[in-house]
């Protein structure tokens, strides 16, 4: 008789034996024992039901298929419980120590100078600079003649010369590009050289026989000093800092008049003095000015109708005072414990 | 160049006016003449002026008190340096002065002075010199040092008595004529040098320093005072041939004043009679055949406007010109034409006049404006391929090597073979510098010796760089600059890591990153065998090229050099020239739609003789053109006990596919027949399981 007193003892067998259950292959035998077709407990029960009855029959059933619903869900529940516990077992057996060290995947770095080239040039052209190149070993008349240095011309003992005969040169600056470029182009003329340049000077902490130079050339009708000066402010604050102030100082070379040394604002103590600076505020950055219009003259432009500015400066230093490198020997040495720094 | 503060105020007054030293330096600065440092004295400061190359006005107190005066629109005093009468005829000590070259000597002023007490400087004199660096000697030659440090105008004093003849010739010397300088060394002559002659001899080299036997001794009574203008160029020439530079030369070869010869000369006599009661002897002698000129120039305001871009008040123009002692002639309509006094050797143009200007009128004024671009920037043609070879090898593990462009012939030829055409430095500063390299190989060897001095011994480094190579032959005015890339490696390959074996760093790594390169420039890469580098290993060395045009090399260090610099591992190099691969637009990537049906891939093996290059088994299987073959890949190779001598395993894995459908099994097998019946018949190749 399906009652509650009847039904009671068999909900709590099968609570019992679930309990116990800890694996699928159970957990089926469990389900066969009380839900199978043909013998499951439940299945029995129901099945007597047709015995009962018409007025028996409806509560009865009703209670008979409660406790199925509880039957399986509860399985159901197991299910799940086993799966859970199946997985964790098998992260558990598969985890690895993740604090062990990564496989090397190794790649270098850029060679600071490389760095400081490939930042400089970048800004340039997005200032509507284009990039030239010339020869390392070049014709003195590109090196000197031409940039207003005349043989026997004192300035060309600021740069002492190697030479391989009386006419070639180990270029001294990056100058001759600019000579070159005006040589094949009419204005307006808007370029900037970056290059190696040599110096006939021994090998020491501050001073190398090749080091690197950008120079910038600007010919057009209408250029200033006044221009010169915004062009190279706008370089190097996107260069260093927005904060990065500039100053002119008169100067003297050859292929400019007026001519300029330009300091920036000490990149360390922006400006109000350190050691790098050496208290005054300032660094010296590079030389600059106004094309001489003896070079246009040589050139054959016409210098009563346009004007340029040209500047230059030393790569090497600009990485030794950005990185705070002490020793110039060090871009030249190939030290891959020095080169994987950058 | 040394001017001290005390000095500049018997000139200008500087300290009345609360001018201190910092406020001089910041305005000498301001204005060109950039103040390095102050050393601050007992009783004075004395400025470190760097004074540039064109301003040889600079390099004397008067030159720096007329900036002065002009920059803060002060009084400037001048010394007297007008005439001192004859206190005795001429008659007493004759001489003469004989310019031979006045090309080179258009100026020669000279007087006799006799009675001289030879003896040492007042307290004042010595003073002077003494704050700005300047050793006193004695009262004469202080007087000449004390002029050439006020007005820039270097003299120079003889023993009268001890000139031949008691008189000067100036002329160029013949070559081996030779004198005994002032600082004891005997000076051989080179022909058409100037020196200052008596009768016979050199008695002085022009312009640079004077002779030991015409000095000034104690003993001296009567003396010769030379005051002279001489050719800049001739001076530089000698002074730069005999390495012997001088206060004298220094001023004299930037450009002395051609005005200042007698003057200068005046206020010295003036000194000597003060301090050391010399009597003057006649007249001043001045030969001067060819007198000086000076410069007469124009400047318009609108060059300054074009120039600067700013506006200058024409007052100011005025002013500034005037006080710095260019004579205004007329102002005609917006312009100015002016006279450049004698001492301003570097205004030869309106530009320059313009630049006087600007300096003055301060730099820190002139508005920043921006000039804006007409065309947008471009990179090199060839930057694109460099920067794409750089991030591969950066990506590879490579680090960029910068080695100076220098060698020597005794370098090259541990790794060419000799006579190595080289181009020469004419004038090396070391013995390291002489030649120019040939090649990269030499530096990356010996970057990598370096590195494993400091112990670092898995190295990987390239370098972009040019090569010089001679054209003509040594002396040419002719050579091949070239540019390369070379890549150096050593060490290991994967390093000993925990769950990964440990690689050593192989030829075939170097090759495969070599293809990689090429690849990326569009390029695919031959290797071809070779024995023609001697610093490669004979059995490990290959010629790289493209387009059947041999651009490289690429092998195994010889074990020679392994012996030479000690490396007791084995180091992979390669050089290849880029000029050319570079000289083509990189390749634009092609589309082709991807497969819809999958590949089928065969794994074959067979056994051929080792000396049997791959290569020829590729092209051969190639030149079948069998239907649907995608890929040749070679997926083993085997050479040992299992093998009979001589004999080599390869397996190779074949991909078929066709874009339009599936392939039968029947269709591989048969393209796999194919190619098995061609290895057996061209190569006896025997196939294995």
Known sequence: ?342 | MNISYNWLQDFVDLKELGLDPALVAQALTSIGLAVEGIETQSNDYVFNIDVTSNRPDCLNHLGIAREISAHFCLNLRTPDVSDLPAHRPGTEFPSSVIIQDPDLCPQYAARIMTGVAVDESPAWLKEKLLAVGQRPINNIVDITNYVLLLLGHPLHAFDYEKLGENRIVVRRVAAGEKIVTLDGVERTLEAGMLAICDAAIPVALAGVMGGQDSEISLRTNTILLESAYFNPKSIRATSKSLALRTEASYRFERGADPEMPVKALNLACRLINQIAGGQTVGPVINENPVPASRLVLDLREKRIRQVVGVDVEPGFVTDILTRLQFEILNQPDRAWKVRVPGFRVDIGHEDDLVEEVARHFGYDKIPSTYPAPTSAGRFLPAQPHEQLLLQRLLGFGFYEAVNYVFSTPAREKLFFPEPVSMVAIANPLTEEDTHLRTSLVPGLVASVRRNLNHGTDEIRLFEFGHVFLPVDGAGSDRLQEESRLGIIATGTFYRPYWGQAQDEFRFFHLKGIVEELLAGLGYRAVFERTEDYRFLHHGVASRVLVDRRPIGVIGQLSPELNETFKFLQRVFVAEVAVDNLFSRPLPEPQYSPLPRFPGTERDLSFVVDKSLEYDRITAAIKSLNVANLRDVQLIDLYQGQKLPFGKVSLAVRLTFADLTRTLTQEEVNKSVDVISDLLKREFQAEQRA
């Open chain 1, 1 to 342: 008789m399906a009652t509650v007193e009847h039904l009671s003892p068999l909900w709590d067998a099968f609570r019992k034996e679930l309990a116990e259950v800890s694996t699928d292959e159970a957990l089926t035998d469990l389900r066969d024992k009380y839900l199978s077709r043909s013998r499951g407990a439940v299945t029995v029960e129901l099945k007597k039901l047709g015995q009962l009855s018409a007025e028996e029959r409806p509560q009865a059933g009703k209670l008979l298929n409660e406790l199925k619903l509880l039957v399986e869900q509860a399985l159901a529940e197991k299910a799940g419980e086993i799966r859970e516990k199946q997985k964790s077992a098998r992260y558990q057996a598969e985890r690895v120590d993740v604090t062990l060290p990564g496989y090397a995947y190794h790649t270098a770095g850029r060679h600071p100078i490389r760095r400081a080239l490939e930042e400089m040039e970048r800004i340039f052209v997005s200032m509507g600079f284009s990039i030239m190149s010339g020869p390392e070993v070049e014709v003195d008349y590109y090196n000197f003649e031409a940039l207003n240095m005349p043989k026997g011309h004192p300035a060309r003992d600021a740069q002492d010369t190697l030479y391989v005969t009386d006419n070639l040169v180990l270029r001294t600056h990056t100058s001759p590009v600019q000579i070159r470029t005006m040589e094949k182009q009419k204005p307006p003329v808007r370029i900037i050289a970056p290059g190696r340049v040599f110096r006939r000077d021994s090998v020491d902490a501050t001073h190398s026989p090749m080091f690197h130079q950008i120079e910038g050339l600007v010919v057009d009708e209408g250029i200033t000093l006044a221009d010169l000066k915004g062009t190279i402010e706008m370089f190097l604050k996107a260069f260093f800092s927005e904060d990065t102030r500039i100053r002119l100082r008169p100067s003297y070379f050859p292929f400019v008049e007026p001519g300029a040394e330009v300091d920036v604002s000490c990149i360390f103590c922006r400006g109000t003095g350190c050691s790098i600076c050496k208290q005054s505020g300032w660094i010296e950055i590079m030389g600059a000015g106004m094309v001489n219009p003896r070079v246009f003259q040589i050139l054959g432009y016409d210098y009563e109708k346009y004007t340029g500015f040209a500047w230059g400066m030393g790569v090497d230093r600009i990485v030794m005072l950005k990185y705070q490198v002490e020793d110039l020997r060090l871009l030249f040495d190939n030290d891959i414990r020095f080169l994987s720094q950058f």
